[in-house]
């Protein structure tokens, strides 16, 4: 089984920033893909960026030129640096890991106030 812990998230003023952090632990070897994915009230859980082993990445439209995936493989943790937030990105931010099955981590609450 793999774990997620994320880290990072908090309340905001919009156009500010938010680094969120996510560290894999247990049966780590042979994770691929990783990311973030938010989940607004009433609404279905979206893709926000994920990050290859290799690091390639891939954004939704909705954070590109604002936000930046990173990953380091040696401490098994990726970041999503977020900038310029809007009251739109208020969401509950979860990790995803892919290993053969998708792993979610318990998400991080992430407000953005106008």
């Known amino acids: 089984q793999v774990r997620l812990v994320e880290s990072g998230g908090g309340l905001v003023q919009a156009g500010g920033s938010l680094r969120l952090s996510c560290t894999a632990s247990?049966?780590?070897?042979?994770?691929?893909?990783m990311g973030w994915y938010r989940q607004a009230e009433g609404k279905l859980r979206e893709l926000v960026a994920t990050?290859?082993?290799?690091?390639?990445?891939n954004y939704a439209d909705s954070g590109k030129g604002r936000f930046t995936i990173s990953r380091d493989n040696a401490k098994n943790t990726i970041d999503l640096q977020m900038n310029s937030l809007k009251p739109e990105d208020t969401a509950f931010y979860f990790c995803?890991?892919?290993?053969?099955?998708?792993?979610w981590g318990q998400g991080t609450q992430v407000t953005v106030s106008s």
């Open positions: 995803a890991a892919v290993q053969h099955k998708w792993f």
């Open positions: 247990g049966s780590i070897v042979g994770i691929g893909l």
């Open positions: 990050i290859t082993s290799d690091g390639d990445t």
